[in-house]
């Protein structure tokens, strides 16, 4: 019962809060005045000491995040292959602003690559583990070009349902392809070489060395996307997501960045299945259905438009906590769902929307800018005092 | 070169900074300075308002340094012919019309004339039906959008479209971005050529904003800044982009005459730092004030080309905008 | 020859019901530009309620109410959740939409759970009839029907009723048609209700033997899933083109199903997707917008 005028009263309104909110403090204000105070120096200590306390997670097994009945360095290992998908999944979704809900079809893909150049059930050539994280990302890449190539051209609602059409088709090719070995799947698969003891290092019940190669693969990507966020690719991204067409005219590639979003998310997709099927060493074709790429997109879009770090702690929580509350484990998609649901209604920007910072030297400006101002406050005082 | 007081290491001077700045302007109809040193367009040059003197740092760096085929005067843009048909309507008929190079040229006429038809059609928003678009003699046919950007149209939009989750800076390196070569994996490993164009960018897009006059607000996001800073931050954006055209489709929608003045000092300004612009508007006192010349269109169609005093008198135009006269019953005009 | 008679007629009569969820999910998008996701539960709701219904009331009457909750749904999920949210992206929309989707389906799946299969098609499932020669199911013969008296009655309406007029001069231009009079929540809300409904119509075909195989009402939501794929051969803003994908994917599904096998079947019905797509992005009947600036 609106008319135009409600509508644009409306959108006022909406705008104006959203002003507001950038300037009130959000309850994480205090803490990004206080970080975007430090320098530059005091910054990487203070990511380093969290980097610590993290590789230290499995083994303090702090009583407060420990989860009863499930063995806590699996529950993080599954955390942190859930922050890396949501890594890759929001530089497509998050910064070019790309629907793209066939993620799991690059999981999978990266998975029974592999599965196949690694486990004793396959029939190729045997590699190490270690070497399929590369191969995993080169051929997923490979498929996301593929796959991007046509359907980039498309108008994003169309986007949509052919990339939730692409992860289907993935699943069923894996059921349907008799080298994939269907149901039956892979077993032994490979792992990182090492021994300790005399026993190797990484095993599938022992979950802490592969938490850590997650954690290192993690800190690695992040650093990389980190690169990509504040040079020109960033900003094309962004661009991309605010205003395609604007972007296009101002000089902007749009479509070979598309194509290299798309690319590089499901690289990252492709080595998370990879590191996936080491750790859990069994792949099948029952893990990759469409309710996963749902819980993916979830953890993105809980963690906020664009911000790595959000999203990574969004995929975090997805993942950690049907363990901690075992109640919910049966009901966490049905959880999830009113998630989704309430976010879009009333913060459809995320629970930690952070701004994305775009250049690679802005701090500098901040300097300048605060001269600018002085000035010009100082000339109206002169303006008034004459 | 002058020092800068931001992080950018001395020894790095680039060869752009080593412009010589030269006066491209036509000599024009123009009213010049007064003898108190207040340009006739009566914004005194000391003002925070004021653009930039041609002098300053900010107008150096952001002077037009592109190799331009044209000489000054010689047709920069040629249009034949230009035709857009939508469906069944015609929503530009055949105009035909030149820019010169270093030229302000005002595109008016009533609404639905087909001035931002026009726009679009140039710069590849619109793929026109029929006609031409050649940029120092050589054509723009079937070229994307972005090429056509990079061949040196950049264009400001009627309805402000700029990057609303950005600041103002990264608004304008965006538009620096275009004439950029960083790969993507030299972006991703940080190599030189990244880490040299990431520093210009920010001296560049702070000279561009001082330029129009919106430095004090770089780092805030775009969709909070005040309307008149939006509007100068598209200009800005579009000269990042280093164009030999800058088409501004209704700069000065929504601004008051003081802000229309200033306005018009800065279009002239941009002129003078040797660039050419198209300018489409609706206020008529801004576009006599400022254009060399005007084209005026109607229904699609081309109906005058000419200086602003020969437009202002010419009897279809005027027949255009206020309608031809009509008989009353009892016969009074 | 006649095994591929049999499979066209398979095939056209799959792609009746296809067309029946294609048309409803794209008059919801051409009124409110969202994808609706949860397409997939309208047409579980409105199967759940029939069969919960059925044994006391009788098939005739569950099938009605069955329609009329699906409907009911749809215009809930609008008026309630939609309309709230009104200024999200259209992605955040779509995100909101399969939200509701997993709540739905993890609600009735949770309840339908030790059900035996429930099956809806009492009247034609699993019964043989004649017809030129060939051994038909009667389901596919009176989906086709239906589907065929439903969608001639829907272009009735679209095009010479003022319902019809309304739904798509606001499609063409919201703020335009709002200024003309026309009350925009009154078409957004009824294009969701009639979407529901032609779900809810959907499912009694759905959870059959026939069409939907041995789980009945339990796979119609993941069989729905076609009705994507369908509304995007059609072109996503053509309710006809709707109708085309429908029985486009239907056949596309039966023809994969008899001559390759069941689970190429559905990885087919996304290939001739891709086929159409490269050829003709915008769908084959959908229109590619200009840009105004």
């Given at each position: 019962m609106t008319s135009p005028i409600e509508d644009v009263a409306a959108s006022q309104a909406h705008a104006d809060e959203q002003a507001e909110e950038t300037r009130k403090p959000t309850r994480f204000a205090g803490l990004q005045r206080w970080w975007n105070g430090l320098a530059r120096p005091q910054q990487w200590l203070v990511l380093g000491l969290v980097a610590v306390l993290l590789y230290a997670l499995p083994l303090l097994n702090p009583p407060l995040l420990t989860t009863p009945g499930y063995d806590f360095p699996i529950v993080l290992c599954d955390m942190a292959r859930f922050a890396l998908v949501a890594l890759g999944l929001n530089v497509v979704?998050?910064?070019?602003g790309l629907l793209d809900l066939g993620y799991i079809g690059f999981f999978a893909v990266g998975s029974y690559v592999a599965a196949l150049w690694t486990s004793t059930d396959s029939t190729m050539v045997k590699i190490p583990y270690l070497a399929t994280l590369p191969l995993a990302m080169i051929v997923t890449g490979f498929v996301g070009v593929v796959l991007g190539l046509p359907t980039l051209r498309l108008r994003g609602d169309y986007l949509a349902i052919v990339t939730l059409g692409f992860g289907e088709i993935i699943r069923l090719l894996a059921t349907i392809i008799p080298a994939l070995k269907g149901n039956t799947g892979f077993q032994n698969i490979g792992s990182p070489p090492g021994a300790w003891n005399g026993k190797p290092v990484f095993t599938i019940t022992n979950g802490t060395p592969w938490f850590w190669l997650f954690l290192t693969v993690i800190i690695v990507v992040t650093l990389l996307l980190g690169n990509l966020e504040r040079s020109r690719v960033g900003r094309a991204w962004i661009a991309i997501r605010e205003d395609e067409d604007a972007a296009e005219v101002m000089g902007v590639p749009t479509f070979k960045f598309k194509l290299w979003a798309f690319t590089i998310g499901a690289a990252i997709g492709g080595l998370s299945g990879a590191l996936f099927a080491g750790q859990i060493g069994f792949v099948n074709n029952q893990k990759f259905d469409v309710a996963t790429s749902m819980l993916f997109i979830a953890a993105v879009v809980m963690g906020g438009a664009g911000n790595k770090f959000g999203a990574m702690i969004g995929g975090a929580i997805v993942a950690y906590l049907p363990y901690r509350f075992g109640f919910i484990a049966d009901k966490k998609y049905l959880i999830f769902g009113v998630v989704l649901v309430m976010l879009m209604i009333?913060?459809?920007?995320?629970?930690?929307?952070a701004r994305n910072h775009l250049l690679a030297y802005g701090r500098s400006i901040k300097r300048q800018a605060a001269r600018l101002r002085r000035d010009a406050r100082g000339d109206a005082a002169l303006k008034e005092g004459a | 070169m002058a020092s800068h007081d931001n992080d950018i290491p001395g020894d790095e001077a680039p060869e752009q900074h080593e412009r010589t700045y030269s006066t491209?302007?036509?000599?024009?109809d123009k009213s010049g300075e007064d003898a108190s040193g207040t340009?006739?367009?009566?914004?005194?040059?000391?003002?925070?308002?004021?653009?930039?003197?041609?002098?300053?740092e900010a107008a150096q760096i952001v002077h037009q340094d592109r190799d331009i085929a044209v000489a000054v005067g010689d047709n920069l843009v040629e249009i034949r012919d230009l035709t857009v048909q939508f469906g069944g309507l015609?929503?530009?008929?055949?105009v035909t019309f030149d820019i010169r190079r270093g030229e302000i040229l005002g595109l008016i006429g009533p609404n639905g004339a087909g001035k931002t038809t026009c726009f679009n059609a140039m710069t590849g928003v619109y793929k026109p039906t029929s006609g031409t678009v050649t940029l120092e003699g050589k054509p723009l046919r079937g070229m994307k959008k972005h090429a056509i950007t990079r061949a040196g149209f950049a264009r400001t939009f009627q309805n402000i479209r700029l990057f609303g989750e950005m600041t103002a800076l990264e608004n304008v390196v965006v538009g620096l971005d275009a004439r950029h070569q960083t790969s993507v994996l030299g972006a991703l490993v940080r190599s030189p050529r990244h880490i040299r164009e990431e520093k210009t960018s920010i001296e560049h897009g702070m000279a561009l904003l001082e330029f129009v006059g919106i430095a004090d607000k770089a780092g805030e996001l775009a969709r909070n800044l005040p309307y008149g800073y939006q509007r100068r931050l598209e200009i800005a954006r579009a000269l990042a982009t280093e164009p030999k055209l800058l088409c501004l489709d209704e700069p000065a929608a929504g601004f008051n005459p003081a802000e229309k003045e200033e306005l018009m000092a800065l279009i002239r300004t941009i002129r003078d730092d040797g660039y050419t612009v198209l300018l489409i508007e609706h206020d008529m006192k801004l576009v006599m004030g400022v254009c060399d010349r005007i084209v005026v269109l109607e229904f699609g169609k081309k109906i005058a080309d000419d200086v602003p005093k020969a437009i202002r008198e010419n009897p279809a135009v005027i027949a255009a905008y206020l309608g031809v006269e009509e008989e009353d019953a009892d016969g009074a005009a | 020859m006649s095994t591929f008679l049999q499979v066209i007629v398979n095939g056209l009569g799959q792609g009746a019901v296809f067309a029946l969820l294609a048309l409803g999910f794209v008059i919801i998008y051409k009124a409110t530009e969202t994808i609706n996701f949860a397409h997939g539960s309208l047409v579980l709701i409105g199967g759940y309620v029939a069969f919960a219904v059925k044994p006391h009331l009788g098939w005739l009457v569950a099938a009605l109410v069955g329609v009329l909750v699906a409907a009911i749904a749809g215009l809930l999920i609008e008026r309630v959740l939609l309309a709230h949210s009104r200024n999200a992206s259209p992605d955040s929309l779509a995100i909101l939409t399969i939200g509701v989707d997993v709540i739905i389906l993890t609600e009735v799946t949770r309840r339908l759970g030790t059900a035996a299969a429930p099956f809806l098609g009492d009247p034609y499932d699993n019964k043989a009839m004649q017809l030129l020669g060939l051994t038909v199911s009667r389901t596919y013969v009176v989906a086709l029907v239906v589907a065929a008296i439903l969608i001639g009655l829907f272009f009735l309406a679209f095009r010479y009723t003022s319902w019809g007029l309304e739904m798509r001069a606001q499609s063409e231009n919201r703020e335009a048609s709002a200024l003309m009079g026309i009350r925009s929540w009154r078409v957004t809300a009824s294009a969701w209700a009639v979407g529901g409904a032609l779900a809810g119509i959907a499912v009694l075909f759905l959870a059959?033997?026939?069409?939907?195989?041995?789980s009945g009402l339990l796979s119609s939501h993941t069989v729905a899933f076609a009705a994507f794929p369908a509304a995007i051969i059609g072109g996503l803003t053509s309710p006809g083109g709707s109708v085309v994908g429908g029985l486009v994917v239907g056949l596309a599904n039966a023809i994969a199903a008899q001559y390759v096998s069941l689970d190429f079947a559905n990885v087919a019905v996304y290939l001739v997707m891709l086929v159409v797509l490269l050829a003709r992005p915008a769908g084959l009947f959908g229109k590619v917008e200009q840009l105004r600036v």
């Amino acid at each position: 019962m609106t008319s135009p005028i409600e509508d644009v009263a409306a959108s006022q309104a909406h705008a104006d809060e959203q002003a507001e909110e950038t300037r009130k403090p959000t309850r994480f204000a205090g803490l990004q005045r206080w970080w975007n105070g430090l320098a530059r120096p005091q910054q990487w200590l203070v990511l380093g000491l969290v980097a610590v306390l993290l590789y230290a997670l499995p083994l303090l097994n702090p009583p407060l995040l420990t989860t009863p009945g499930y063995d806590f360095p699996i529950v993080l290992c599954d955390m942190a292959r859930f922050a890396l998908v949501a890594l890759g999944l929001n530089v497509v979704v998050g910064q070019a602003g790309l629907l793209d809900l066939g993620y799991i079809g690059f999981f999978a893909v990266g998975s029974y690559v592999a599965a196949l150049w690694t486990s004793t059930d396959s029939t190729m050539v045997k590699i190490p583990y270690l070497a399929t994280l590369p191969l995993a990302m080169i051929v997923t890449g490979f498929v996301g070009v593929v796959l991007g190539l046509p359907t980039l051209r498309l108008r994003g609602d169309y986007l949509a349902i052919v990339t939730l059409g692409f992860g289907e088709i993935i699943r069923l090719l894996a059921t349907i392809i008799p080298a994939l070995k269907g149901n039956t799947g892979f077993q032994n698969i490979g792992s990182p070489p090492g021994a300790w003891n005399g026993k190797p290092v990484f095993t599938i019940t022992n979950g802490t060395p592969w938490f850590w190669l997650f954690l290192t693969v993690i800190i690695v990507v992040t650093l990389l996307l980190g690169n990509l966020e504040r040079s020109r690719v960033g900003r094309a991204w962004i661009a991309i997501r605010e205003d395609e067409d604007a972007a296009e005219v101002m000089g902007v590639p749009t479509f070979k960045f598309k194509l290299w979003a798309f690319t590089i998310g499901a690289a990252i997709g492709g080595l998370s299945g990879a590191l996936f099927a080491g750790q859990i060493g069994f792949v099948n074709n029952q893990k990759f259905d469409v309710a996963t790429s749902m819980l993916f997109i979830a953890a993105v879009v809980m963690g906020g438009a664009g911000n790595k770090f959000g999203a990574m702690i969004g995929g975090a929580i997805v993942a950690y906590l049907p363990y901690r509350f075992g109640f919910i484990a049966d009901k966490k998609y049905l959880i999830f769902g009113v998630v989704l649901v309430m976010l879009m209604i009333f913060r459809p920007q995320g629970l930690f929307g952070a701004r994305n910072h775009l250049l690679a030297y802005g701090r500098s400006i901040k300097r300048q800018a605060a001269r600018l101002r002085r000035d010009a406050r100082g000339d109206a005082a002169l303006k008034e005092g004459a | 070169m002058a020092s800068h007081d931001n992080d950018i290491p001395g020894d790095e001077a680039p060869e752009q900074h080593e412009r010589t700045y030269s006066t491209g302007h036509l000599s024009l109809d123009k009213s010049g300075e007064d003898a108190s040193g207040t340009p006739a367009d009566g914004i005194p040059t000391d003002s925070p308002e004021a653009p930039p003197d041609l002098d300053s740092e900010a107008a150096q760096i952001v002077h037009q340094d592109r190799d331009i085929a044209v000489a000054v005067g010689d047709n920069l843009v040629e249009i034949r012919d230009l035709t857009v048909q939508f469906g069944g309507l015609t929503a530009l008929d055949a105009v035909t019309f030149d820019i010169r190079r270093g030229e302000i040229l005002g595109l008016i006429g009533p609404n639905g004339a087909g001035k931002t038809t026009c726009f679009n059609a140039m710069t590849g928003v619109y793929k026109p039906t029929s006609g031409t678009v050649t940029l120092e003699g050589k054509p723009l046919r079937g070229m994307k959008k972005h090429a056509i950007t990079r061949a040196g149209f950049a264009r400001t939009f009627q309805n402000i479209r700029l990057f609303g989750e950005m600041t103002a800076l990264e608004n304008v390196v965006v538009g620096l971005d275009a004439r950029h070569q960083t790969s993507v994996l030299g972006a991703l490993v940080r190599s030189p050529r990244h880490i040299r164009e990431e520093k210009t960018s920010i001296e560049h897009g702070m000279a561009l904003l001082e330029f129009v006059g919106i430095a004090d607000k770089a780092g805030e996001l775009a969709r909070n800044l005040p309307y008149g800073y939006q509007r100068r931050l598209e200009i800005a954006r579009a000269l990042a982009t280093e164009p030999k055209l800058l088409c501004l489709d209704e700069p000065a929608a929504g601004f008051n005459p003081a802000e229309k003045e200033e306005l018009m000092a800065l279009i002239r300004t941009i002129r003078d730092d040797g660039y050419t612009v198209l300018l489409i508007e609706h206020d008529m006192k801004l576009v006599m004030g400022v254009c060399d010349r005007i084209v005026v269109l109607e229904f699609g169609k081309k109906i005058a080309d000419d200086v602003p005093k020969a437009i202002r008198e010419n009897p279809a135009v005027i027949a255009a905008y206020l309608g031809v006269e009509e008989e009353d019953a009892d016969g009074a005009a | 020859m006649s095994t591929f008679l049999q499979v066209i007629v398979n095939g056209l009569g799959q792609g009746a019901v296809f067309a029946l969820l294609a048309l409803g999910f794209v008059i919801i998008y051409k009124a409110t530009e969202t994808i609706n996701f949860a397409h997939g539960s309208l047409v579980l709701i409105g199967g759940y309620v029939a069969f919960a219904v059925k044994p006391h009331l009788g098939w005739l009457v569950a099938a009605l109410v069955g329609v009329l909750v699906a409907a009911i749904a749809g215009l809930l999920i609008e008026r309630v959740l939609l309309a709230h949210s009104r200024n999200a992206s259209p992605d955040s929309l779509a995100i909101l939409t399969i939200g509701v989707d997993v709540i739905i389906l993890t609600e009735v799946t949770r309840r339908l759970g030790t059900a035996a299969a429930p099956f809806l098609g009492d009247p034609y499932d699993n019964k043989a009839m004649q017809l030129l020669g060939l051994t038909v199911s009667r389901t596919y013969v009176v989906a086709l029907v239906v589907a065929a008296i439903l969608i001639g009655l829907f272009f009735l309406a679209f095009r010479y009723t003022s319902w019809g007029l309304e739904m798509r001069a606001q499609s063409e231009n919201r703020e335009a048609s709002a200024l003309m009079g026309i009350r925009s929540w009154r078409v957004t809300a009824s294009a969701w209700a009639v979407g529901g409904a032609l779900a809810g119509i959907a499912v009694l075909f759905l959870a059959t033997n026939d069409i939907g195989g041995g789980s009945g009402l339990l796979s119609s939501h993941t069989v729905a899933f076609a009705a994507f794929p369908a509304a995007i051969i059609g072109g996503l803003t053509s309710p006809g083109g709707s109708v085309v994908g429908g029985l486009v994917v239907g056949l596309a599904n039966a023809i994969a199903a008899q001559y390759v096998s069941l689970d190429f079947a559905n990885v087919a019905v996304y290939l001739v997707m891709l086929v159409v797509l490269l050829a003709r992005p915008a769908g084959l009947f959908g229109k590619v917008e200009q840009l105004r600036v």
